[in-house]
């Protein structure tokens, strides 16, 4: 019905930078908002980001500190998580998922339950 493929990530030194990419198929017909998650071994699953449909409004954990930019390409069905800066605490694998809903309040950006379909993971490892 719906998959998710997500694709960018590696092993990059402190300092260094990664673009991240997340193709979304199956699903061009209905509205959604996107989000970035990300999990390290032992943790939850955190947000990382998020965008409503229009691309118009986007938001950030407090740990990405300006240091992150998501946008999406609907044309293409493709969501993107650029990363500058990165830290060694930034490793994790990191996760690409559709909203319930095209718009939504700002904390629900934030839940994983608001995300329908998820996809498989990039590895992000920066190394000091």
């Known amino acids: 019905q719906v998959q998710l493929v997500e694709s960018g990530g590696g092993l990059v030194q402190a300092g260094g930078s990664l673009r991240l990419s997340c193709v979304v198929s199956?699903?061009?017909?209905?509205?959604?908002?996107m989000g970035w998650f990300r999990q390290a071994p032992g943790k939850d699953r955190e947000f990382v980001a998020g965008i409503n449909w229009s691309g118009g409004t986007t938001y950030y954990a407090d740990f990405v500190e300006g240091r992150f930019t998501i946008s999406r390409d609907n044309a293409k069905n493709t969501v993107s998580l650029r990363m500058n800066s990165l830290k060694p605490e930034d490793t994790a694998v990191y996760y690409c998922a559709t909203n319930r809903y095209a718009y939504s309040q700002s904390w629900d950006y934030a839940r994983p339950l608001a995300y329908a379909y998820w996809g498989q993971g990039t590895q992000v490892t920066v190394s000091s």
């Open positions: 199956g699903r061009s017909f209905s509205p959604y908002a």
